[in-house]
Protein backbone atom coordinates (compact mmCIF):
# COMPACT_ATOMS: atom_id res chain seq x y z
CA UNK A 1 0.00 0.00 0.00
CA UNK A 2 1.17 3.52 -0.93
CA UNK A 3 2.62 5.60 2.01
CA UNK A 4 2.97 9.54 1.95
CA UNK A 5 6.87 10.88 3.45
CA UNK A 6 6.92 14.36 4.48
CA UNK A 7 10.06 16.53 6.02
CA UNK A 8 8.23 19.16 7.77
CA UNK A 9 10.10 22.97 7.96
CA UNK A 10 9.09 24.37 5.13
CA UNK A 11 6.69 27.04 4.24
CA UNK A 12 4.12 27.02 1.04
CA UNK A 13 4.51 29.07 -1.82
CA UNK A 14 2.93 29.36 -4.81
CA UNK A 15 -0.13 28.35 -6.60
CA UNK A 16 -2.58 25.67 -5.65
CA UNK A 17 -4.93 25.06 -8.12
CA UNK A 18 -8.43 23.98 -6.52
CA UNK A 19 -10.08 20.85 -8.13
CA UNK A 20 -13.45 20.38 -8.64
CA UNK A 21 -15.79 19.61 -5.62
CA UNK A 22 -15.95 15.84 -5.24
CA UNK A 23 -19.07 16.39 -2.88
CA UNK A 24 -21.01 18.37 -5.91
CA UNK A 25 -19.52 15.60 -8.66
CA UNK A 26 -20.82 12.80 -6.99
CA UNK A 27 -24.40 13.83 -6.89
CA UNK A 28 -24.47 15.58 -10.36
CA UNK A 29 -22.96 12.41 -11.66
CA UNK A 30 -25.73 10.28 -9.84
CA UNK A 31 -28.46 13.17 -11.56
CA UNK A 32 -27.75 11.37 -15.01
CA UNK A 33 -30.09 8.49 -13.73
CA UNK A 34 -32.91 10.80 -14.20
CA UNK A 35 -32.63 12.13 -17.98
CA UNK A 36 -33.10 9.69 -21.05
CA UNK A 37 -30.68 12.09 -22.43
CA UNK A 38 -26.72 13.04 -22.24
CA UNK A 39 -25.67 15.28 -19.32
CA UNK A 40 -22.35 16.25 -19.74
CA UNK A 41 -19.80 17.64 -16.37
CA UNK A 42 -17.26 19.65 -16.52
CA UNK A 43 -14.18 20.17 -14.16
CA UNK A 44 -15.21 16.85 -12.96
CA UNK A 45 -12.19 16.11 -10.07
CA UNK A 46 -10.23 12.87 -10.60
CA UNK A 47 -10.59 11.04 -7.35
CA UNK A 48 -11.23 7.32 -6.86
CA UNK A 49 -14.63 8.11 -5.73
CA UNK A 50 -15.59 9.69 -8.95
CA UNK A 51 -14.14 6.38 -10.68
CA UNK A 52 -16.03 3.72 -8.30
CA UNK A 53 -19.12 5.80 -8.93
CA UNK A 54 -17.83 5.42 -12.94
CA UNK A 55 -18.40 1.83 -11.91
CA UNK A 56 -21.64 1.76 -10.22
CA UNK A 57 -23.74 3.97 -12.88
CA UNK A 58 -22.10 1.52 -15.50
CA UNK A 59 -23.73 -1.26 -13.63
CA UNK A 60 -27.40 0.87 -14.00
CA UNK A 61 -26.31 0.67 -17.74
CA UNK A 62 -25.12 4.57 -17.90
CA UNK A 63 -22.52 4.91 -20.50
CA UNK A 64 -19.68 7.21 -19.65
CA UNK A 65 -17.06 8.91 -21.66
CA UNK A 66 -14.37 10.84 -20.58
CA UNK A 67 -12.43 13.17 -22.37
CA UNK A 68 -8.53 12.04 -22.29
CA UNK A 69 -5.15 14.69 -22.25
CA UNK A 70 -4.39 16.14 -25.11
CA UNK A 71 -0.66 17.78 -25.19
CA UNK A 72 -0.70 21.25 -24.13
CA UNK A 73 -3.73 20.37 -21.35
CA UNK A 74 -3.07 22.12 -17.92
CA UNK A 75 -2.56 18.75 -15.80
CA UNK A 76 -4.45 20.26 -12.87
CA UNK A 77 -7.80 20.98 -14.78
CA UNK A 78 -10.76 19.01 -14.42
CA UNK A 79 -11.77 16.21 -16.32
CA UNK A 80 -15.28 16.36 -18.79
CA UNK A 81 -17.78 13.07 -18.68
CA UNK A 82 -20.39 12.36 -20.89
CA UNK A 83 -22.84 10.26 -18.94
CA UNK A 84 -25.77 8.30 -20.82
CA UNK A 85 -28.33 7.01 -19.22
CA UNK A 86 -30.73 6.62 -21.92
CA UNK A 87 -31.41 2.61 -20.72
CA UNK A 88 -31.27 1.70 -16.99
CA UNK A 89 -30.45 -2.12 -17.51
CA UNK A 90 -29.99 -2.96 -14.05
CA UNK A 91 -32.18 -1.08 -10.67
CA UNK A 92 -30.02 -2.95 -8.51
CA UNK A 93 -26.83 -1.55 -6.15
CA UNK A 94 -25.29 -4.05 -5.12
CA UNK A 95 -23.73 -4.28 -1.93
CA UNK A 96 -20.44 -4.21 -2.55
CA UNK A 97 -20.02 -1.82 -4.78
CA UNK A 98 -21.98 0.76 -2.16
CA UNK A 99 -20.49 -0.61 1.18
CA UNK A 100 -17.27 1.03 -0.49
CA UNK A 101 -18.68 4.51 -0.95
CA UNK A 102 -21.68 5.55 0.84
CA UNK A 103 -22.88 8.80 -1.03
CA UNK A 104 -23.87 5.57 -4.19
CA UNK A 105 -26.84 5.41 -1.62
CA UNK A 106 -28.08 8.17 -3.23
CA UNK A 107 -28.97 6.61 -7.06
CA UNK A 108 -32.01 5.15 -4.80
CA UNK A 109 -34.18 8.64 -5.32
CA UNK A 110 -33.48 8.73 -8.59
CA UNK A 111 -34.04 5.41 -9.73
CA UNK A 112 -37.24 5.05 -8.09
CA UNK A 113 -38.13 8.57 -9.51
CA UNK A 114 -37.57 7.42 -13.72
CA UNK A 115 -38.37 3.95 -13.20
CA UNK A 116 -40.65 3.40 -10.55
CA UNK A 117 -38.70 1.11 -8.51
CA UNK A 118 -34.91 0.12 -7.04
CA UNK A 119 -33.49 -1.68 -4.90
CA UNK A 120 -30.14 -0.13 -3.10
CA UNK A 121 -27.76 -2.02 -0.51
CA UNK A 122 -27.78 -0.48 3.17
CA UNK A 123 -24.38 1.83 3.11
CA UNK A 124 -23.47 -0.34 6.25
CA UNK A 125 -20.68 1.10 8.87
CA UNK A 126 -18.68 3.95 8.81
CA UNK A 127 -15.34 5.14 10.22
CA UNK A 128 -17.18 8.63 11.46
CA UNK A 129 -20.17 7.55 13.53
CA UNK A 130 -23.10 5.11 12.51
CA UNK A 131 -24.94 7.15 9.78
CA UNK A 132 -28.04 6.03 9.35
CA UNK A 133 -30.61 6.68 6.01
CA UNK A 134 -33.59 7.05 7.79
CA UNK A 135 -33.96 10.79 6.07
CA UNK A 136 -33.86 9.38 2.89
CA UNK A 137 -36.62 6.98 3.18
CA UNK A 138 -38.86 8.78 5.42
CA UNK A 139 -38.43 11.64 2.58
CA UNK A 140 -39.43 8.79 -0.49
CA UNK A 141 -42.59 7.85 1.82
CA UNK A 142 -43.45 10.99 2.01
CA UNK A 143 -43.29 11.44 -1.83
CA UNK A 144 -45.57 7.84 -2.49
CA UNK A 145 -43.07 4.74 -2.56
CA UNK A 146 -43.61 1.83 -0.66
CA UNK A 147 -40.35 0.73 1.17
CA UNK A 148 -39.57 -2.23 2.76
CA UNK A 149 -35.87 -3.70 3.98
CA UNK A 150 -35.26 -6.81 2.40
CA UNK A 151 -31.85 -8.73 3.59
CA UNK A 152 -29.69 -5.87 4.04
CA UNK A 153 -31.41 -3.95 1.23
CA UNK A 154 -33.91 -1.12 0.78
CA UNK A 155 -36.60 -2.15 -1.54
CA UNK A 156 -38.43 0.33 -3.04
CA UNK A 157 -41.25 0.78 -5.66
CA UNK A 158 -43.96 3.51 -6.89
CA UNK A 159 -45.43 1.47 -9.73
CA UNK A 160 -47.82 4.63 -10.36
CA UNK A 161 -44.59 7.16 -10.30
CA UNK A 162 -43.83 10.01 -6.91
CA UNK A 163 -46.72 12.09 -5.66
CA UNK A 164 -45.34 15.55 -4.49
CA UNK A 165 -45.39 15.77 -1.12
CA UNK A 166 -44.28 17.76 2.46
CA UNK A 167 -41.16 16.39 3.64
CA UNK A 168 -39.84 18.39 6.83
CA UNK A 169 -35.88 16.92 7.77
CA UNK A 170 -35.88 16.44 11.44
CA UNK A 171 -31.82 17.39 11.27
CA UNK A 172 -30.18 18.83 8.53
CA UNK A 173 -28.93 16.71 5.92
CA UNK A 174 -26.54 16.82 2.50
CA UNK A 175 -27.10 13.75 1.42
CA UNK A 176 -31.16 13.15 2.34
CA UNK A 177 -31.58 16.88 0.63
CA UNK A 178 -30.32 15.47 -2.42
CA UNK A 179 -31.98 12.19 -2.71
CA UNK A 180 -35.15 14.01 -2.41
CA UNK A 181 -34.66 16.68 -4.11
CA UNK A 182 -34.09 14.32 -7.28
CA UNK A 183 -36.48 12.17 -6.70
CA UNK A 184 -39.23 15.38 -6.57
CA UNK A 185 -37.95 16.80 -9.72
CA UNK A 186 -39.79 14.04 -11.46
CA UNK A 187 -42.98 13.74 -9.04
CA UNK A 188 -46.20 14.69 -9.69
CA UNK A 189 -47.16 17.77 -8.62
CA UNK A 190 -45.48 19.94 -5.94
CA UNK A 191 -43.06 19.27 -3.25
CA UNK A 192 -42.06 20.64 -0.14
CA UNK A 193 -38.93 20.49 1.38
CA UNK A 194 -38.39 22.10 4.39
CA UNK A 195 -35.14 22.59 6.91
CA UNK A 196 -32.99 21.47 3.68
CA UNK A 197 -29.63 21.60 4.02
CA UNK A 198 -28.45 24.99 2.21
CA UNK A 199 -24.35 23.14 1.20
CA UNK A 200 -23.00 24.85 -2.06
CA UNK A 201 -23.36 20.81 -3.34
CA UNK A 202 -27.21 21.50 -2.63
CA UNK A 203 -27.00 24.56 -4.82
CA UNK A 204 -24.95 23.22 -7.34
CA UNK A 205 -27.16 19.86 -8.01
CA UNK A 206 -30.60 22.26 -8.07
CA UNK A 207 -28.73 24.40 -10.70
CA UNK A 208 -27.93 21.31 -12.93
CA UNK A 209 -31.51 20.28 -12.27
CA UNK A 210 -33.10 23.48 -13.35
CA UNK A 211 -30.62 23.57 -16.58
CA UNK A 212 -32.01 19.61 -16.92
CA UNK A 213 -35.87 21.23 -17.04
CA UNK A 214 -36.40 20.91 -13.33
CA UNK A 215 -38.89 23.50 -11.63
CA UNK A 216 -36.90 24.60 -8.35
CA UNK A 217 -37.31 27.81 -6.51
CA UNK A 218 -35.93 28.65 -2.91
CA UNK A 219 -32.08 27.95 -3.94
CA UNK A 220 -29.46 28.53 -1.29
CA UNK A 221 -32.64 28.73 1.63
CA UNK A 222 -33.70 25.87 3.86
CA UNK A 223 -36.70 25.25 2.28
CA UNK A 224 -36.64 24.08 -1.39
CA UNK A 225 -39.95 23.72 -4.00
CA UNK A 226 -39.95 21.61 -6.67
CA UNK A 227 -42.60 21.02 -9.36
CA UNK A 228 -42.69 18.17 -10.95
CA UNK A 229 -42.32 17.98 -14.41
CA UNK A 230 -42.66 14.53 -16.65
CA UNK A 231 -39.09 14.32 -17.95
CA UNK A 232 -35.58 15.73 -17.86
CA UNK A 233 -33.75 16.77 -20.10
CA UNK A 234 -29.40 16.58 -20.99
CA UNK A 235 -27.03 19.33 -19.94
CA UNK A 236 -24.23 20.88 -19.30
CA UNK A 237 -22.57 21.87 -16.09
CA UNK A 238 -19.27 22.72 -14.52
CA UNK A 239 -18.54 21.36 -11.09
CA UNK A 240 -18.47 23.96 -8.20
CA UNK A 241 -14.61 24.47 -7.17
CA UNK A 242 -13.92 22.26 -3.75
CA UNK A 243 -14.67 24.55 -0.52
CA UNK A 244 -12.90 21.35 1.40
CA UNK A 245 -9.74 21.05 -0.80
CA UNK A 246 -9.31 25.29 -0.84
CA UNK A 247 -10.35 25.42 3.47
CA UNK A 248 -7.60 22.50 3.74
CA UNK A 249 -4.62 24.04 1.95
CA UNK A 250 -5.55 27.53 3.76
CA UNK A 251 -5.31 25.78 6.95
CA UNK A 252 -1.86 24.02 6.06
CA UNK A 253 -0.50 27.86 4.89
CA UNK A 254 -1.74 28.94 8.25
CA UNK A 255 0.26 26.10 9.77
CA UNK A 256 3.43 26.55 8.05
CA UNK A 257 3.37 29.88 6.73
CA UNK A 258 4.57 31.31 3.48
CA UNK A 259 1.97 32.90 0.74
CA UNK A 260 -0.57 30.80 -1.54
CA UNK A 261 -2.60 31.58 -3.75
CA UNK A 262 -5.47 28.79 -3.70
CA UNK A 263 -6.37 29.49 -7.57
CA UNK A 264 -10.09 29.03 -8.77
CA UNK A 265 -11.56 29.06 -4.71
CA UNK A 266 -14.58 30.67 -4.52
CA UNK A 267 -14.50 32.69 -0.53
CA UNK A 268 -17.89 33.32 -0.87
CA UNK A 269 -19.06 29.32 -0.38
CA UNK A 270 -16.07 29.32 2.66
CA UNK A 271 -17.10 32.15 4.29
CA UNK A 272 -17.19 30.99 8.24
CA UNK A 273 -14.07 29.01 8.09
CA UNK A 274 -11.78 31.90 6.14
CA UNK A 275 -13.23 34.12 9.42
CA UNK A 276 -12.08 31.53 11.50
CA UNK A 277 -8.81 30.93 9.79
CA UNK A 278 -8.67 35.15 10.15
CA UNK A 279 -8.96 35.22 13.64
CA UNK A 280 -5.60 32.85 14.05
CA UNK A 281 -3.31 35.28 12.73
CA UNK A 282 -3.18 34.80 8.81
CA UNK A 283 -4.08 37.32 6.10
CA UNK A 284 -6.50 36.48 3.62
CA UNK A 285 -7.70 38.15 0.89
CA UNK A 286 -9.98 36.93 -2.07
CA UNK A 287 -10.33 38.04 -5.76
CA UNK A 288 -11.51 36.40 -9.11
CA UNK A 289 -8.65 34.39 -9.53
CA UNK A 290 -9.06 33.15 -6.06
CA UNK A 291 -8.36 32.73 -2.48
CA UNK A 292 -4.46 34.58 -1.29
CA UNK A 293 -3.35 33.10 2.34
CA UNK A 294 -0.40 34.37 3.71
CA UNK A 295 1.16 33.69 7.41
CA UNK A 296 4.18 33.49 9.34
CA UNK A 297 3.41 30.22 10.84
CA UNK A 298 4.02 31.65 13.93
CA UNK A 299 2.19 33.11 16.73
CA UNK A 300 -1.32 31.03 15.72
CA UNK A 301 -3.85 32.24 17.93
CA UNK A 302 -6.39 29.90 19.53
CA UNK A 303 -9.39 30.16 18.38
CA UNK A 304 -12.80 28.05 19.39
CA UNK A 305 -14.83 26.20 17.00
CA UNK A 306 -18.31 24.33 16.40
CA UNK A 307 -19.34 22.44 13.34
CA UNK A 308 -22.27 23.13 12.00
CA UNK A 309 -24.72 22.44 8.78
CA UNK A 310 -24.13 25.66 6.56
CA UNK A 311 -22.94 28.38 6.45
CA UNK A 312 -21.42 27.04 9.72
CA UNK A 313 -18.21 25.93 10.51
CA UNK A 314 -18.15 22.67 8.17
CA UNK A 315 -17.35 19.19 9.95
CA UNK A 316 -15.43 18.43 6.73
CA UNK A 317 -12.55 21.01 7.73
CA UNK A 318 -12.73 20.02 11.19
CA UNK A 319 -9.62 17.40 11.34
CA UNK A 320 -7.44 19.94 9.66
CA UNK A 321 -8.48 23.03 11.97
CA UNK A 322 -7.53 20.55 15.00
CA UNK A 323 -4.15 20.08 13.41
CA UNK A 324 -3.60 23.94 12.93
CA UNK A 325 -4.65 24.01 16.22
CA UNK A 326 -2.32 21.59 17.86
CA UNK A 327 0.62 24.65 17.42
CA UNK A 328 -1.59 27.82 18.69
CA UNK A 329 -0.26 29.81 21.47
CA UNK A 330 -2.55 28.61 24.09
CA UNK A 331 -5.87 26.25 24.29
CA UNK A 332 -8.92 25.85 21.82
CA UNK A 333 -11.59 23.96 22.13
CA UNK A 334 -13.08 22.08 18.82
CA UNK A 335 -16.96 21.11 19.05
CA UNK A 336 -18.16 18.28 16.62
CA UNK A 337 -22.35 18.75 16.46
CA UNK A 338 -22.80 17.04 13.17
CA UNK A 339 -20.96 13.53 13.22
CA UNK A 340 -20.68 11.37 16.53
CA UNK A 341 -16.97 9.77 16.44
CA UNK A 342 -15.10 12.12 14.50
CA UNK A 343 -12.30 12.40 16.49
CA UNK A 344 -10.32 9.23 15.15
CA UNK A 345 -7.24 11.46 14.01
CA UNK A 346 -7.02 12.53 17.70
CA UNK A 347 -5.15 9.76 18.81
CA UNK A 348 -3.07 9.86 15.52
CA UNK A 349 -2.14 13.70 15.97
CA UNK A 350 -0.69 12.91 19.62
CA UNK A 351 1.76 10.51 18.16
CA UNK A 352 3.20 13.58 16.22
CA UNK A 353 3.05 15.72 19.66
CA UNK A 354 0.06 17.22 20.01
CA UNK A 355 -1.86 17.41 23.38
CA UNK A 356 -5.52 17.26 22.77
CA UNK A 357 -8.27 16.13 25.56
CA UNK A 358 -11.38 14.29 24.65
CA UNK A 359 -14.73 15.15 26.81
CA UNK A 360 -17.12 13.78 24.52
CA UNK A 361 -18.07 15.48 21.33
CA UNK A 362 -15.70 18.11 22.89
CA UNK A 363 -12.18 18.60 22.08
CA UNK A 364 -9.77 20.73 23.96
CA UNK A 365 -6.55 21.37 22.03
CA UNK A 366 -3.45 22.88 24.01
CA UNK A 367 -0.69 24.77 21.46
CA UNK A 368 2.39 23.05 21.76
CA UNK A 369 5.41 24.68 20.69
CA UNK A 370 6.73 21.65 18.43
CA UNK A 371 5.40 18.37 16.84
CA UNK A 372 7.71 15.83 15.42
CA UNK A 373 7.79 13.54 12.65
CA UNK A 374 6.40 9.52 13.43
CA UNK A 375 4.57 6.96 11.75
CA UNK A 376 0.83 7.30 11.69
CA UNK A 377 -2.23 5.74 10.16
CA UNK A 378 -5.17 7.33 7.90
CA UNK A 379 -8.00 6.91 9.35
CA UNK A 380 -10.48 8.74 7.27
CA UNK A 381 -10.46 11.27 3.92
CA UNK A 382 -10.86 13.95 6.23
CA UNK A 383 -8.89 12.45 8.94
CA UNK A 384 -5.73 11.89 7.02
CA UNK A 385 -5.27 15.12 5.53
CA UNK A 386 -4.93 16.58 8.85
CA UNK A 387 -2.24 14.43 9.53
CA UNK A 388 -0.82 15.81 6.20
CA UNK A 389 -0.50 19.44 7.67
CA UNK A 390 0.43 18.43 11.01
CA UNK A 391 3.36 16.73 9.63
CA UNK A 392 4.02 19.47 7.17
CA UNK A 393 4.86 21.44 10.59
CA UNK A 394 6.39 18.64 12.47
CA UNK A 395 10.20 18.46 12.87
CA UNK A 396 11.80 15.40 11.21
CA UNK A 397 9.66 12.59 9.21
CA UNK A 398 6.53 11.33 8.99
CA UNK A 399 4.99 8.54 6.60
CA UNK A 400 1.03 8.68 6.52
CA UNK A 401 -0.22 5.35 5.73
CA UNK A 402 -3.65 3.84 4.13
CA UNK A 403 -3.25 6.88 1.95
CA UNK A 404 -6.01 4.82 0.11
CA UNK A 405 -8.32 7.63 2.32
CA UNK A 406 -6.68 10.49 0.55
CA UNK A 407 -7.01 9.56 -2.93
CA UNK A 408 -10.79 9.31 -2.69
CA UNK A 409 -10.79 13.03 -1.97
CA UNK A 410 -7.52 14.94 -2.89
CA UNK A 411 -6.56 15.08 -6.21
CA UNK A 412 -2.87 15.54 -6.76
CA UNK A 413 -2.48 16.09 -3.39
CA UNK A 414 1.33 15.19 -2.94
CA UNK A 415 1.77 17.53 -6.03
CA UNK A 416 0.13 20.28 -5.16
CA UNK A 417 1.97 21.22 -2.10
CA UNK A 418 5.42 20.00 -3.05
CA UNK A 419 5.06 22.50 -6.24
CA UNK A 420 4.68 25.51 -3.46
CA UNK A 421 8.27 24.14 -1.37
CA UNK A 422 6.86 21.06 1.01
CA UNK A 423 9.16 18.20 1.18
CA UNK A 424 6.19 15.67 0.26
CA UNK A 425 6.44 12.67 -1.93
CA UNK A 426 3.87 9.69 -2.41
CA UNK A 427 6.14 5.91 -1.98
CA UNK A 428 4.71 3.15 -3.87
CA UNK A 429 4.89 -0.12 -2.38
C1 LIG B 1 -22.27 14.73 3.36
C2 LIG B 1 -20.86 14.83 2.84
C3 LIG B 1 -19.84 14.72 3.96
C4 LIG B 1 -20.17 15.76 5.04
C5 LIG B 1 -21.62 15.68 5.47
C6 LIG B 1 -22.03 16.77 6.43
C7 LIG B 1 -20.89 13.92 0.59
C8 LIG B 1 -20.49 12.84 -0.33
N1 LIG B 1 -20.61 13.75 1.88
O1 LIG B 1 -22.43 13.44 3.93
O2 LIG B 1 -18.54 14.94 3.44
O3 LIG B 1 -19.34 15.53 6.17
O4 LIG B 1 -22.50 15.76 4.33
O5 LIG B 1 -21.78 18.02 5.88
O6 LIG B 1 -21.42 14.93 0.18
N2 LIG B 1 -28.42 11.44 9.33
C9 LIG B 1 -29.41 10.67 9.89
N3 LIG B 1 -30.27 10.01 9.04
C10 LIG B 1 -30.16 10.10 7.69
C11 LIG B 1 -29.14 10.89 7.14
C12 LIG B 1 -28.28 11.57 7.98
O7 LIG B 1 -29.54 10.58 11.11
O8 LIG B 1 -30.96 9.47 6.98
C13 LIG B 1 -27.49 12.18 10.23
C14 LIG B 1 -26.04 11.72 10.08
O9 LIG B 1 -25.78 10.60 10.87
C15 LIG B 1 -25.30 12.94 10.54
C16 LIG B 1 -26.17 14.09 10.04
O10 LIG B 1 -27.45 13.54 9.81
O11 LIG B 1 -25.25 13.00 11.94
C17 LIG B 1 -25.68 14.77 8.79
O12 LIG B 1 -25.37 13.80 7.79
P1 LIG B 1 -25.52 14.08 6.24
O13 LIG B 1 -25.58 15.56 6.02
O14 LIG B 1 -26.63 13.26 5.71
O15 LIG B 1 -24.13 13.53 5.68
P2 LIG B 1 -23.89 12.90 4.26
O16 LIG B 1 -24.84 13.44 3.27
O17 LIG B 1 -23.76 11.43 4.39
Known sequence: MDKIRIVGGNALEGIIPISGAKNAALPLMIASLLSEERLILENVPRLADVALLQRILGNHGVNITTNGKRAGDDPFAGQTLELDARVIVDTTAPYDLVSRMRASFWVLGPLLARIGRARVSLPGGCAIGTRPVDFHLDALRALGADIEIDAGYVVASAPRG?????????????????????????????????????????????????????????????????T???????????????????????????????????????????????????????????????????????????????????????????????????????????????FENRFMHVQELARLGARIHLDGDTATVEGVERLTGAPVMATDLRASVSLVIAGLAAEGETLVQRVYHLDRGFEKLEEKLSRCGAVIERISN
Not at 165 to 194: D, I, N, Q
Not at 251 to 275: C, F, I, Q, Y
Not at 323 to 333: C, F, I, V
Open 162 to 226: LRGGRVVFPKVSVGATHTALMAATLAEGETVLENAAREPEVTDLAECLIKMGAKIEGLDTSTLRI
Open 228 to 338: GVSRLRGARHSVQPDRIEAGTYAMATAMVGGDVMLKGARADLLENALDVLRQTGVQIDSSDEGIRVRGTGNGIQPVDVTTAPYPGFPTDLQAQFMALMTRAGGSSRITETI
